[in-house]
T-cell receptor, first 112, second 111 residues
Framework: NAGVTQTPKFRILKIGQSMTLQCAQD?????MYWYRQDPGMGLKLIYY???????DKGEVPNGYNVSRSTTEDFPLRLELAAPSQTSVYFC???????????FGPGTRLTVL | GQQLNQSPQSMFIQEGEDVSMNCTSS?????WLWYKQDPGEGPVLLIA?????ELTSNGRLTAQFGITRKDSFLNISASIPSDVGIYFC???????????FGAGTTVTVRA
């Protein structure tokens, strides 16, 4: 099992550009999550999904969109990148009602 | 989600020392978890606690679920250099599919 995989590992965007951060898991987990981590801060939840076709907003959803067409994939879309979206983004999955979450290696995004 | 209050924010410890960190909340949680994050990596689950008063060990790590359900503690015994990293607590409320995270405790070990 590869676990939770994320691509790309690093990306630099210009203000106003768009991109999709990819996340996939091969553990057949129903629950998937997107977090952002800013320096010296904990993890803030952007969006989450409790199953294919179901998504919901987390604590900081503005400027992001998600979709969940399959159990395995949970992409995160940034439509109009802003410097405030410079962060490290982590995807996670769980099969236990969302508690024991397994994290991917992260995507480090810089918006200039 | 609600942020948890984690302390200390950082600590420098001598190799071989025992260390403790804790996490508190103003509301009740039904599950407490402790994660460790190495530089450039995603967080890795260390210990999960499901019952008030529960004490669980994982090697040199021991965590406790506070009896009030509003706090949790993590102890590391006999620190070694690979204990360096950021430790996060996380809590889950009943019926919620989300976790709330503390801001982390950064541990640096002096050899």
């Amino acid at each position: 099992n590869a676990g939770v995989t994320q691509t790309p590992k690093f990306r630099i965007l210009k203000i106003g550009q768009s991109m999709t951060l990819q996340c996939a898991q091969d553990m057949n987990h129903n629950y998937m999550y997107w977090y952002r981590q800013d320096p010296g801060m904990g993890l803030k939840l952007i969006y989450y999904s409790v199953g294919a076709g179901i998504t919901d907003k987390g604590e900081v959803p503005n400027g992001y969109n998600v979709s969940r067409s399959t159990t395995e994939d949970f992409p995160l879309r940034l439509e109009l990148a802003a410097p405030s979206q410079t962060s490290v983004y982590f995807c996670a999955s769980s099969n236990q009602g969302g508690n024991e979450q397994f994290f991917g290696p992260g995507t480090r995004l810089t918006v200039l | 989600g609600q942020q948890l209050n984690q302390s200390p924010q950082s600590m420098f410890i001598q190799e071989g020392e025992d260390v403790s960190m804790n996490c508190t909340s103003s509301s009740i949680f039904n599950t407490w978890l402790w994660y460790k994050q190495d530089p450039g990596e995603g967080p890795v689950l260390l210990i999960a606690l499901y019952k008030a008063g529960e004490l669980t060990s994982n090697g040199r790590l021991t965590a406790q679920f506070g009896i009030t359900r509003k706090d949790s503690f993590l102890n590391i015994s006999a620190s070694i250099p690979s204990d360096v990293g950021i430790y996060f607590c996380a809590g889950q409320r009943r019926g919620d599919y989300k976790l709330s995270f503390g801001a982390g405790t950064t541990v640096t070990v002096r050899a």
